[in-house]
Each structure stands twice: as C-alpha cells, then as structure tokens.
C-alpha cells in the first residue's frame, strides 16, 4: 500500500488542489461547532461534501463514487479527532 501524506495548514479552513493517485482532486477542510469538515472534489465534479472528520476513519469509503483511494486523518499521539490546531505536530 502507498501512503502519501497531505501538508496542511494550522487554519480553521482552507482548500486547496492536489494529485492523489494520478487523480485531479480539490480538498476543502472547514471547521463548524468545533468539528473537522471535508469536501473531497474530483475532476471538479463533487465526491464527498460534508464528511466529519474522524480519527482513523476512511472518509472515502465508498469506491464506486469514483475515487480511487482511501483518506484518512491518523493521530500519531493517540486518539483525538482532528483539530486544525494541531496539523503537522499530531
């Protein structure tokens, strides 16, 4: 399995552009009511829209929406759901 990871920044929302296993993708990350929030875009046709970001959990679980791969958030400390505050150190 290839695993790549994805830089983000320590802000509340952002999107941004990205080659994900030879796919055109678009990323939205935004926070509502203290909670992590992704839009996952593809070719520029929406994939996922309003997914909550858990840790360890696949927010691309469902292949025949035409995304090839798996995304995930992992804390490398513990178990804590993704905060936008802590990118790059969890």
């Known amino acids: ?16 552009g990205i ?33 909550i970001c ?3 959990t696949d927010l691309t679980p469902h292949q025949y929406r035409g995304f090839t791969g798996h995304i995930y958030f992992i804390d490398t400390e513990g178990t804590k759901n993704p905060d936008y505050k802590q990118f790059d150190e969890r």
């Open 19 to 51: 080659v994900l296993n030879g796919q055109e993708c678009r990323i939205s990350l935004y926070t509502r009511g203290g909670s992590l929030f992704f839009d996952l875009y593809k070719d520029n046709k929406p994939i996922y829209l309003g997914s």
């Open 54 to 56: 858990y840790d360890a």
């Open 1 to 16: 399995m290839n695993y790549e990871l994805i830089p983000l920044e320590k802000t509340p929302a952002q999107s941004f």
